[in-house]
Nanobody, 127 residues
Framework: QVQLVESGGGLVQAGHSLRLSCAAS????????MGWFRQAPGKEREFVAT????????YYADSVKGRFTISRDNAKNTVYLEMNSLKPEDTAVYYC????????????????????WGQGTQVTVSS
């Protein structure tokens, strides 16, 4: 069993930055593929970024590529999402995801099969 706790969300102005963190319980964090997804009001949940267990492979949605960076610290059981140049359309609840039986590539489009989800953290970007 893995528990995921997100933090770092908040209200920021467009153009500013935020860093989200997702702390995971358990001693096998380094074997999990991790991801960030988001859901805006009235919209479906969408892929933001994923990272392999080693951190060596990452994927990003086109809408955030070049602005967001996903990283992980396996010693701290934590995955991060650095968000720069934020836009109002980035406003959403951001969810952390973990799965040991997938790849960073597959998690992008198979979020319905993800094993573990965090409770989400709200990010609001004002114009």
């Amino acid at each position: 069993q893995v528990q995921l706790v997100e933090s770092g969300g908040g209200l920021v102005q467009a153009g500013h930055s935020l860093r989200l963190s997702c702390a995971a319980s358990g001693r096998t964090f380094s074997s999990y593929v991790m991801g960030w997804f988001r859901q805006a009001p009235g919209k479906e949940r969408e892929f933001v970024a994923t990272i392999s267990w080693s951190g060596g492979t990452t994927y990003y949605a086109d809408s955030v590529k070049g602005r967001f960076t996903i990283s992980r610290d396996n010693a701290k059981n934590t995955v991060y999402l650095e968000m720069n140049s934020l836009k109002p359309e980035d406003t959403a609840v951001y969810y952390c995801a973990a799965d040991r039986s997938t790849t960073a590539q597959r998690m992008r489009t198979m979020s319905g099969l993800v094993d573990y989800w965090g409770q989400g953290t709200q990010v609001t970007v004002s114009s």
